[in-house]
């Protein structure tokens, strides 16, 4: 653990996370503090997904995962969920010029089918207008759930197998992982949460398998790049077992070097 008496600076490269994946909680929280009605805290929050993708695009993390909205989030009060709707549309809208410059590629994962057409349209363009830039992955979750990955991915794999293409023995992780949201970019290292709960809330339940988790008590808009360097920070005093002994990933280490 760091001591926090010593200032230690994040270092770059191979021992940064490759994959980061943020639930960005405790906007509401955040504007009733401040007197103000809670989804006040909704646009301070994406201020601070443009400060946390400064961070990666500058230190190059090469994909960043962030929870904008559940499958569960529907239940919340009526007027709360139609500003946050409006909020992403004006969102993609506006952010767009600002992700070609620092060529990040904007992926939306999740079911889009609940959203209006117009939404759906906006996605739809924001992902086609950045789709060709080569650096940060930014992937939005929205409309998503970890239980609704795997059941679209199981129905997909049923599919696979009625139509003959697939037998029960082919079935395995692999076949599974293939029609998960985001196939074939890696699993996330490093898993943060804002806002004081430690809890998953059906975020990303097969992909954080081995994920490390953090959890801070700060809340989702006042998350900076010092808070972010924090996590980082302490992201690389981990040891990643993966199952294996301590004393057999130290051998590895030494191996690598
Ligand atoms: C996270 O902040 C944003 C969304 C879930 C859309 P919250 O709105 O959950 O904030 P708190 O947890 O109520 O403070
Ligand atoms: C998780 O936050 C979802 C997002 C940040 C989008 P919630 O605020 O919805 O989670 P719970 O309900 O406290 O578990
Ligand atoms: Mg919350």
């Not at 639930?23 to 503090?33: F, S, Y």
């Not at 196939?183 to 898993?191: I, K, M, R, T």
């Amino acid at each position: 653990m760091n001591s926090g008496k010593t200032k230690e600076s994040v270092p770059v490269g191979k021992r940064l996370p490759k994959h980061i994946a943020i639930i960005m909680d405790g906007n509401g929280r955040w504007a009733k503090k401040r007197g103000l009605p809670r989804y006040a805290g909704h646009p301070a929050g994406v201020e601070a997904v443009r400060r946390v993708v400064e961070v990666c695009v500058e230190l190059q993390i090469p994909t960043l995962t962030l929870f904008a909205f559940s499958s569960e989030n529907w239940r919340r009060p009526q007027k709360e969920v139609n500003l946050i709707m409006d909020l992403f549309v004006r969102s993609l809208k506006k952010e767009v010029r600002r992700l070609n410059r620092n060529q990040v590629k904007l992926r939306i994962i999740g079911d889009r089918s609940a959203f209006s057409k117009r939404l759906q349209k906006q996605i739809e363009e924001a992902e086609h207008q950045t789709e060709t830039n080569k650096g940060l992955l930014l992937q939005v979750a929205a409309n998503y759930g970890g239980r609704w990955d795997i059941t679209q991915a199981a129905k997909c794999v049923a599919e696979r197998v009625q139509s003959g293409e697939l037998t029960l023995d082919m079935i395995d992780e692999e076949a599974i992982s293939q029609h998960l949201s985001f196939a074939g970019v890696p699993e996330p290292d490093l898993f943060i949460r804002t806002g004081g709960e430690q809890r998953i809330s059906n975020f990303l339940l097969w992909q954080c398998a081995y994920t490390e988790l953090y959890f801070t008590d700060l809340l989702w808009p006042d998350f900076n790049r010092q808070a972010m360097e924090a996590a980082l920070l302490d992201f690389t005093h981990r040891q990643r077992r993966f199952g294996r002994t301590g004393e057999q990933v130290q051998d590895q280490t030494a191996e690598a070097s």
